[in-house]
């Protein structure tokens, strides 16, 4: 594990941001921290930051409590995040590259290096001011991995991108994850969790209601439907439910308790022409939306 | 590299790189050399003399009376009213007519010129009579010229600080006082200035939003006090080209001025130079360099630096808390008051500790640190005891700890705040926050 969060808790003056919080975060990773806005996603990743205490609780990271010195090793992109305006790219970059405890002459050859592979070469003496929010995005993304933390922590990383300079991220996250580098990807963007995650962990009113694999998560919430298109009159058959039949040759089924799929198979075609048969497998979305109505 | 020399480092090169830094360090001392420099050259450069015919039907006035460095005076018989006629001709600058009865009727003397003469020149011509008119009527009534020699005296008393020990220096009271209000200005700007400039740095990285990254790479202490170092840096950097670029361009000034007073020496035997001498006396600097003889410019310096700088941490670090707390520069006006409040105070202070320096509201003004920075710099010139100066410096490194620590418990929750308007109240408990 890279991560260890145990019995993690926060207090706000007037809220509870966080409430015997545990969550295991293996390394080589993406783990997606799920959760609708203001339910404590922010205030975990602060604390795990070093930049708010808990109130109590603990975290080990890479089996050694956290402490100041792993700042360094933590690459962080916050959701609200901006630069340095009057600054040039290329010094402000190395600034936060030395900050968090790169030598000054490492720091601008792994610059050169980013800036050869996202193509902004001619940047490195532009200042930030004349730069397109894009490009602004894409500084800001360097700044966060120029120094290979062992933990890459970003908070809604795609607000605001362009289908293009998504796509890049993407590629890059998956890049950096290829590389050995843990993960934690804060949102609540659901298509991308499906895309990108291998774990997840859902945090609603400051407690994780959900978490795991993400396929085993999935499996935990199939219902038992299938999806099938076919030819021919569906009528009902005893131990099959239509959940719906919206359109002719398209129906959604389920099949009552210890029925197999094969079972199910042999006597479906009996009655029509199977083209289809796939197993209805819950969006993050719906479970999402599931687990968070339930939890409220 | 330690990571709160980095924050110093870029905190203080962004700024020294700005132009505006540049021009306010070499302007200022070219203006300061400038008051210091034009009286002198002023009254070193060589007057254009001017002819006045002067018509003198009193017959009072010898060529011996009419002696002045910038009018020369030419006697002549012609009646105003021929002259009149002709005074474009003439080449003279002016025409002077002095009734018979001058002695009986003081007023009867005119003036005439061809355009307005000025203020001087009229002036000028006036003394001289009315030196030899004045002169007149006392022979008449029975005082003698030497009589009249005798009781022009001017009294200029010398001011003299006795040591304990019994040394005696002597010192200029006036000279100090304009030491003390140009130092204490000095630093009422440069509190006020550096002080919002710290500020808007804090507002500028909130506002920016690159403060959360920053503070995930170093403490918000470590932030805020490397900013806070960092322009004082900057501060002090910019006194410092001030002080060398003062004196180099003051002594540069002053060797030019030297140079031709030599020359002069020749023609005027001394005279030029004592003109200088006299002119560098008359004027405010000439004051401020008698102080300068008798006191300890030393001390004087390194107490300067000394509560400019740990003034301006004390001020600053309070700015720092505000600017954490506001989002823009307009939301801070609410709070900058306060802050502002003890500096302007200090500086009205100030003015009462210059005219008394040893009243017991001038001693407390210069121990309480938040007023002390400005009124010992003021009380500085007159001459403290050691052990006020020691007591002063104290207490205000302990004010700078106070205030520093309480800022950083407002700014290390403020700078995470956002849309939240801020209060009072809201600030008085960010300062119980827990980690």
């Known amino acids: 594990m890279l991560l260890s969060i145990r019995n993690l808790g926060k207090r706000y003056a007037d809220h509870v941001a966080l409430s015997d919080v545990n969550l295991e975060i293996p390394k080589g990773k993406i783990f997606g921290l799920l959760g609708p806005n203001g339910a404590g996603k922010t205030s975990l990743i602060r604390i795990i930051t070093q930049i708010t205490g808990p109130d ?50 490492e720091a601008i050859a792994k610059l050169k290096e980013w800036f050869i592979r996202l193509d902004i070469k001619e940047w490195w003496n532009k200042p930030v001011d004349d730069l397109s929010k894009g490009m602004q995005q894409k500084t800001q993304f360097i700044a966060t991995v120029v120094h290979e933390p062992k933990l890459l ?95 002719a040759g398209h129906a959604i089924l389920r099949f009552s308790e210890g029925m197999g799929t094969n079972e199910a198979i042999a006597l479906l075609i009996q009655h029509i022409r199977l083209l289809e048969f796939k197993e209805v497998i819950p969006s993050f979305n719906d479970i999402f939306i599931q687990v968070v109505s339930e939890t409220n | 590299m330690n990571k709160i020399l980095l924050v110093i480092q870029r905190e203080y090169v962004t700024r020294v790189l700005k132009k ?86 003081p007023k009867g003397v005119h003036i005439y010129s061809s355009k307005n003469i000025g203020l001087n020149l009229k002036e000028s011509v006036e003394r001289l009579i009315q030196n030899k008119v004045r002169q007149e009527l006392m022979y008449k009534a029975g005082i003698s010229a030497k009589v009249y020699e005798d009781t022009q005296v001017d009294i200029d008393s010398e001011t003299i600080t006795v040591s304990e020990n019994g040394g005696e220096t002597s010192s200029s009271s006036a000279g100090a006082m304009i030491l003390a209000g140009i130092m204490g200005l000095i630093l009422y700007v440069t509190l006020l200035l550096y002080g919002s400039q710290v500020m808007n740095g804090v507002i500028e990285e909130k506002s920016n939003r690159i ?88 001390l004087i310096l390194v107490a300067f630096l000394f509560y400019f700088f740990v003034g301006y941490l004390l001020y600053s670090s309070l700015f720092a808390a505000i600017g ?6 307009t939301e801070a ?100 926050y827990k980690g």
Request: hydrophobic letters at 45%.
């Open chain 1, 56 to 105: 109590s609780g603990e975290i080990l990271f890479d089996g050694e409590p956290l402490r100041l010195a792993h700042a360094d090793q933590i690459g962080y992109l916050p959701e609200e995040r901006g630069l340095y305006k009057k600054m040039k790219v290329g010094e402000q970059l190395l600034y936060l590259a030395q900050l968090k405890g790169m030598p000054k002459d």
């Open chain 1, 153 to 247: 922590i970003l908070d809604e990383p795609f607000s605001g991108f362009d289908p293009i300079n998504a796509n890049m991220l993407k590629d890059e996250i998956l890049a950096i994850k290829a590389r050995g580098t843990t993960v934690l990807f804060s949102t609540h963007r659901m298509e991308s969790v499906e895309e990108l995650c291998d774990e997840i962990a859902l945090i609603n009113h400051a407690q994780v209601v959900l978490s795991g694999n993400k396929d085993e998560v999935q499996n935990r919430y199939k219902k038992n439907q299938f999806s099938i298109r076919f030819e021919g009159e569906l009528l009902s058959i005893p131990g099959i439910e239509i959940v719906s039949h919206e359109s």
């Open chain 2, 20 to 105: 505006s830094f540049w021009i306010s360090s070499l302007l200022a001392p070219v203006l300061i050399t400038a008051i210091y420099a034009i009286p002198i050259w002023l009254a070193m450069k060589d007057k254009e003399q001017k002819q006045i015919a002067i018509f003198d039907q009193s017959h009072l006035l010898k060529s011996a009376d009419l002696q002045d460095k910038e009018l020369v005076f030419t006697f002549t018989n012609v009646p105003e009213q021929v002259y009149k006629t002709q005074f474009a001709k003439s080449g003279y600058d002016a025409f002077v007519s002095i009734p018979v009865d001058v002695l009986a009727n």
């Open chain 2, 211 to 298: 403060i959360e990254v920053i503070i995930s790479s170093v403490k918000p202490y470590q932030l805020m006090l490397g900013k806070i170092i960092g322009v004082g840096l900057v501060g002090l950097t910019q006194f410092l080209l001030w002080i060398v670029l003062t004196i180099g361009l003051t002594q540069v000034t002053g060797k030019i001025y030297a140079s031709k007073a030599k020359a002069t020496i020749a023609v005027d035997q001394g005279k030029a130079s004592a003109d200088m001498r006299n002119a560098m006396q008359d004027s405010p600097m000439g004051e401020v360099t008698k102080v300068l003889e008798s006191t300890n410019i030393p």
């Open chain 2, 324 to 329: 954490s707390a506001v989002e823009s520069a």
């Open chain 2, 333 to 432: 006006q609410q709070f900058t008051f306060i802050v502002m409040i003890p500096i302007i105070m200090s500086f009205l202070l100030a003015q009462y500790t210059m005219q008394d320096p040893d009243s017991t509201v001038a001693f407390w003004a210069s121990m309480i640190p938040f007023t002390s920075p400005i009124n010992m710099m003021v009380r500085l010139p007159y001459g403290v005891p050691v052990w006020e100066l020691v007591l002063s410096m104290s207490l205000l490194v302990v004010g700078f700890l106070a205030c520093s620590w309480i800022s950083a418990r407002i700014y290390r929750v403020g700078i995470l705040m956002y849309g939240k308007k801020a209060t009072w109240k809201e600030l008085s408990k960010w300062l119980f």
